[in-house]
């Protein structure tokens, strides 16, 4: 009976611990608020999101929102930097190795006109239909203030 109870005990553990999921979280659109200007997050073109080593996820309504937050960020390490691609609205893609566009040619919520692409190909078609500047994550950085390394 002890070795039953010992045993039943360990699978409740393994599936404790199996349950945490510490990568992308999905985000709730018309009711998760940005962790960054309180805003409802609606626009599956521009949201993005931080999860850190830990699991904590933290939500933006837009990608200048995530960078602002990281002026100050003084919170865990970061696990994954995420933006989500402008042509697959609602699907998140790594920061890092994203396209960017600033272009007023396509609005972001907060005003900044920042779009991500996961696709080189993709930010140059769009580029070429409205203009603006294009960036990498350093570059985008760098132009909007952070100067910080985030990666």
């Known amino acids: 009976m002890k070795n039953l109870i010992r045993i039943a005990y360990l699978m409740l553990l393994v599936a404790l611990f199996s349950s945490c999921d510490r990568g992308p979280q999905p985000i709730i659109y018309g009711e998760d608020a940005c962790d960054f200007c309180r805003m409802t997050i ?11 080593q830990k699991g904590r996820a933290y939500k933006y309504d837009a990608i200048e929102c995530m960078i602002n937050d990281l002026k100050k960020w003084d919170k865990l390490e970061v696990k994954h930097y995420l933006v989500t691609d402008y042509k697959n609205p609602g699907v998140l893609t790594n920061a ?18 920042l779009s991500a692409f996961a696709e080189e190909s993709t930010r140059q078609k769009a580029f070429d239909s409205v203009g603006g500047q294009m960036f990498q994550w350093s570059q985008l950085l760098n132009e909007l203030g952070s100067g910080q390394k985030h990666y």
């Open 42 to 52: 609606v626009d599956q073109q521009h949201a993005a999101q931080i999860v850190t």
């Open 96 to 113: 890092l190795e994203a396209n960017y566009l600033i272009s007023e040619g396509i609005p972001s919520p907060m005003g900044a006109f």
